[in-house]
C-alpha cells in the first residue's frame, strides 16, 4: 500500500494539475497509526509532526504560513483571492492534519482542493470551504454580553475545538473536569457568572465577510453583541477538513476528529465496507450514532453537573444530552412512521413554513431551492426559541441555535456575492428578534453569547474546471474518491 500512496501523490502532484489540487497529505504509516504526516504539491514536500518545524523532504516547502493571524481580513482576501501555496495561510497544520489522520477511517490520501477549483460535478459549488487554508478555515468567533469586556474587534484567535469547554464552563462545569478535551477555557476573553449562556452558530459563516459586512453596518444585530463584547481578529480556526458536521461535532464536543469519529461529511469506513454520510437532511437526526465512545457533548456536560438544568437544542445534529431538541422529535417522528416509508426528515419538512410567507427573508432570492430551505428552517429554529424563552423563569440555562440560511447563502454565490450578503443580514434579523425578546424580558444583560461558525468560505472560479481521477487511473491505481478529495486506495 505505502508504493500505491507513493505513486497516487506522484500522479496528483503533476504540474498539469495544480490549478485543481493544491496539496495533498497522506500519514506516512497508514491512517490510524499516529504517524507525521507528509504534505507535498507540484513544488515539493515536507513532513509535519506536532511540536516541531516543518522537515523538508524535497523541493520548496509547499505551506505558507501557519500563523492564525495571517491573511485574516477581508481586504486581503479581494486583494489576493487565490494565492499559491507559498503565499497562503495554513494555520496550525501540523495539529489539525494529525487529527484528521488519526482516525483509521481516514483515506490515504487527502487531496486538498485549491481555493479556485469549482466542481459542481462532485457536489461543489459556486462558494466553497472544506480546505486546510486560512480562507476556508477561518470561522467567526465573538463574545458578548454579562461576563465579557467591551472591546470590539481584537487580535487573537481561538480554535473550534474551544468552543465546548468555553460554553461548559460558563454553565456551572468545573474547569478541571475539562482536562479530557482537546480545546480550552477562552477564561482570557470572558468571565462566568451569567445566568444563561447562549451559543449561537451561524453555519459558514466566514469570520473576514461576516466582520466586514459588520463594519458596513449591514449587520446591526451582530453589531449589537460586538458593542457588548468582543471578535477575535483571528476568528476561530475549525479542524481539517473544514466542513459541516465535522466542525459542528468539534464545537460540542471539544475534540477533534481523530476522537470524535466525525472526519468530514462524507467518508469510508472500510472496516465496516459501508460509506457513511453524516452531512445530510436524511441523517442529520442520527449524527450521535457516529460520536466515538467517551466523547461528550457540552449538553452531556452540563447535566452531569447541573442534573436539573434546562439545556436547548436548536436545529442542532450534535444534540445528544439536551433537555429539548429539534432533531429528537425528529428521531420521535422516524420511530413514528417506521415501516411507512416516510422519513423523520421529510415529515419535518412537510412542517416548514411557506418561504415566500417569511417576514424575514430577502423575497429576490427566496426561488434559489436552498436559500428558500434555509429560510424556512431558520424561521422555524426563531419560533422554537421563542417558545423556549417564552418564560425567563422557565429559560435554558444553555442553549445553542443553528442557523442554516448562511450557508446555503454562501454556496449559492460565495462570500461578496449580493446573495450571501442576503444571508448574513436574514439571519441578523432573526437574531434582533431574540435580542429583542430577552431585552423586554430584563435578562439581556444576564446572558452571555458565543457566535461561532463551523467553517470559512471561498468563492471559487467558474473556468477553474476539471479532476484528478482520470490521472490516478493513469497510473494503474484502484481507488473510491469520497467527498471529491478523499482517496482510499485499493477500494472500489
Not at 174 to 188: F, I, K, M, N
Not at 302 to 314: G, N
Not at 353 to 379: E, I, K, M, N
Not at 478 to 490: H, S
Amino acid at each position: 500500500m505505502a508504493d500505491d500512496v507513493l505513486r497516487a501523490v506522484e500522479a496528483l502532484c503533476r504540474p498539469e494539475l495544480a490549478h485543481l489540487v493544491d496539496l495533498v497529505a497522506y500519514a506516512e504509516d497508514g491512517p490510524g497509526t499516529g504517524a507525521p504526516v507528509v504534505v507535498a504539491n507540484h513544488g515539493g514536500a515536507v513532513r509535519l509532526a506536532e511540536g516541531h518545524p516543518p522537515e523538508r523532504l524535497y523541493g520548496d516547502n509547499p505551506i505558507g504560513s501557519t500563523d492564525p493571524l495571517a491573511r485574516t481580513s477581508w481586504a486581503e482576501h479581494v486583494a489576493d483571492p487565490w494565492p499559491p501555496s507559498s503565499r497562503d495561510a495554513y494555520p496550525l497544520a501540523a495539529e489539525r492534519l494529525a487529527s484528521f489522520f488519526a482516525d483509521e477511517r481516514a483515506p490515504d490520501v487527502a487531496v486538498i482542493h485549491t481555493g479556485s477549483h469549482y466542481f459542481p460535478e462532485q457536489g461543489g459549488h459556486a462558494g466553497e470551504h472544506g480546505s486546510l487554508s486560512g480562507t476556508q478555515s477561518r470561522a467567526v468567533l465573538m463574545l458578548a454580553g454579562a461576563g465579557v469586556r467591551s472591546a470590539g474587534v481584537v487580535d487573537g484567535w481561538a480554535r473550534t475545538i474551544d468552543v465546548a469547554p468555553t460554553l461548559s464552563w460558563l454553565a456551572g462545569v468545573d474547569a478541571e473536569t475539562l482536562s479530557d478535551v482537546d480545546g480550552r477555557v477562552l477564561s482570557d476573553h470572558v468571565g462566568r457568572g451569567a445566568k444563561h449562556v447562549v451559543g449561537l452558530l451561524w453555519d459558514g459563516g466566514a469570520s473576514d465577510w461576516l466582520l466586514h459586512l459588520v463594519a458596513e453596518g449591514m449587520l446591526p444585530n451582530a453589531s449589537r453583541l460586538l458593542e457588548r463584547g468582543l471578535a477575535l481578529r483571528g476568528g476561530a480556526i475549525p479542524e481539517f477538513p473544514s466542513v459541516t458536521l465535522c466542525n459542528h461535532t468539534s464545537a460540542l464536543t471539544g475534540v477533534g476528529p481523530g476522537r470524535h469519529g466525525v472526519i468530514g461529511n462524507v467518508y469510508f469506513d472500510r472496516a465496516a465496507g459501508e460509506r457513511v454520510v453524516p452531512n445530510d437532511p436524511s441523517t442529520w437526526h442520527r449524527s450521535a450514532e457516529w460520536l466515538r465512545p467517551g466523547v461528550r457533548t457540552v449538553f452531556e456536560r452540563i447535566a452531569e453537573v447541573r442534573p436539573s438544568a434546562v439545556t436547548a437544542s436548536v436545529d442542532e445534529p450534535i444534540d445528544r444530552g439536551a433537555t429539548h431538541s429539534t432533531m429528537a422529535l425528529i428521531r420521535t417522528a422516524s420511530a413514528a412512521s417506521a415501516g411507512s416509508g416516510v422519513t423523520g426528515a421529510s415529515l419535518f419538512d412537510s412542517f416548514l413554513p411557506d418561504p415566500r410567507l417569511s417576514s424575514y427573508a430577502s423575497q429576490s432570492y427566496v426561488s434559489d431551492p436552498d436559500f428558500a430551505w434555509g429560510t424556512q428552517v431558520d424561521d422555524t429554529g426563531l419560533v422554537q426559541v421563542l417558545r423556549l424563552w417564552e418564560d425567563v423563569r422557565e429559560a435554558p440555562a444553555f442553549t445553542w441555535w443553528n442557523s442554516t440560511l448562511t450557508d446555503s447563502a454562501m454556496h449559492a454565490g460565495g462570500p461578496g456575492s449580493e446573495i450571501a450578503r442576503a444571508g448574513f443580514v436574514d439571519t441578523d434579523r432573526r437574531l434582533g428578534v431574540f435580542l429583542d425578546h430577552l431585552e423586554a424580558q430584563g435578562v439581556l444583560d444576564e446572558t452571555v453569547f458565543l457566535l461561532t461558525a463551523d467553517h470559512g468560505f471561498e468563492t471559487s472560479d467558474p473556468s477553474c474546471r476539471g479532476g484528478w481521477d482520470g490521472g490516478l487511473k493513469d497510473a494503474g491505481l484502484t481507488f473510491r474518491d469520497e467527498g471529491a478529495g478523499f482517496i482510499y486506495l485499493g477500494e472500489s
